[in-house]
């Protein structure tokens, strides 16, 4: 039920989305612990196209994670940060430093 669960919640906050770009409003999308939803493949995919799709229709998303190496072992991951403005990463255990600069 976790998977069915999230993604009606996910399908709610792209009908928020739309219905806030009929206004003319801004929809702001926070994701803590995102790293989660790409754990199950169909809300990872989900996440991903809903990523592509919030800024056309007023959307700003937002995931945060604790460490980088929960996401990078997402398959979706890369699409997700191909169409993000900005990536602000903080200060990064040693392993996941590592990572990244493997990458």
Known sequence: LKKLGMLIIQDQIWGRVT??????????????????????????????????????????????????????SSPEIENILENSDFITLLNQASGDRKILSER
């Open 19 to 72: 219905q806030n770009r009929s206004q003319g409003r801004a929809t702001w999308y926070f994701a803590d612990e995102f790293h989660l939803l790409l754990k199950e493949e169909q809300t990872a995919a989900y996440s991903a196209e809903i990523w592509k799709r919030f800024r056309k229709w007023g959307g700003v998303p937002t995931g945060a994670t604790q460490n980088v190496k929960d996401l990078l």
